[in-house]
Antibody, heavy 117, light 108 residues
Framework: QVQLVQSGAEVKKPGASVKVSCKASGYIFTSYDFNWVRQAPGQGLEWMGWMNPNNGDTDYAQRFQGRVTMTRDTSKRTAFMELSSLRSEDTAVYYC??????????WGQGTLVTVSS | EIVLTQSPGTLSLSPGERATLSCRASQSVSNNYLAWYQQKPGQVPRLLMYGAYSRAPGVPDRFSGGGSGTDFTLTISRLEPGDFAVYYC?????????FGPGTNVDIK
């Protein structure tokens, strides 16, 4: 079955970068786009962008432009989301997700990123 | 950017009752590309509906979606204990694929 396993929790200082990984299994890696969604503590969902694992094409939400980079390593069946110039407001759980309306959605377990001095 | 507004913020109902959730967009959602997600405490979101009224695989038929343009609804015909959760709408017709702030359906 489809499974997305994300890297573990991170604690970063303001101004640093974080790179979250999302390892996929149980399906053809290039079948579904990867979406990245974050959720601040006690808050709602925020879409950050998506990446096409076939060709690496990306679409980022404007508010993250210049700070976010989504990539993949097809040989390792892994997608990555890197966020730079971190600030306290970036403290959140970061999710990768594949959302195919015919086959359903699959989500990673989430990665808590804490930004604190 | 399309801004989504959900109402009410909280809906307090009893099991067996009908729930009607609203999602309003600041501009027309292209092709009615509007999805609904359910999120229970401590869990990841789950896709319920897409294209405004199509159920995702495995979603029971007590969930139904409707609407078009800027006004959309999610209806749960008879609430079951497992349905008490937060519900988010998301438009994916134009980037960024924004989410609404959510409606919390809790037990009365």
């Amino acid at each position: 079955q489809v499974q997305l396993v994300q890297s573990g929790a991170e604690v970063k200082k303001p101004g640093a970068s974080v790179k979250v990984s999302c390892k996929a299994s149980g399906y053809i890696f290039t079948s579904y786009d990867f979406n990245w969604v974050r959720q601040a503590p006690g808050q709602g969902l925020e879409w950050m962008g998506w990446m096409n694992p076939n060709n690496g094409d990306t679409d980022y939400a404007q508010r993250f432009q210049g700070r976010v980079t989504m990539t993949r390593d097809t040989s390792k069946r892994t997608a990555f989301m890197e966020l730079s110039s971190l600030r306290s407001e970036d403290t959140a759980v970061y999710y990768c997700a594949t959302i195919d309306f015919q086959d359903g959605d699959h989500w990673g377990q989430g990665t808590l990123v804490t930004v604190s001095s | 950017e399309i801004v989504l507004t959900q109402s009410p913020g909280t809906l307090s109902l009893s099991p067996g009752e009908r729930a009607t959730l609203s999602c309003r967009a600041s501009q027309s959602v292209s092709n009615n590309y509007l999805a609904w997600y359910q999120q229970k405490p401590g869990q990841v979101p789950r896709l319920l509906m897409y294209g405004a009224y199509s159920r995702a695989p495995g979603v029971p038929d007590r969930f139904s979606g409707g609407g078009s343009g800027t006004d959309f609804t999610l209806t749960i015909s008879r609430l079951e204990p497992g349905d008490f959760a937060v519900y988010y709408c998301q438009q994916y017709g134009s980037s960024p694929f924004t989410f609404g702030p959510g409606t919390n359906v809790d037990i009365k």
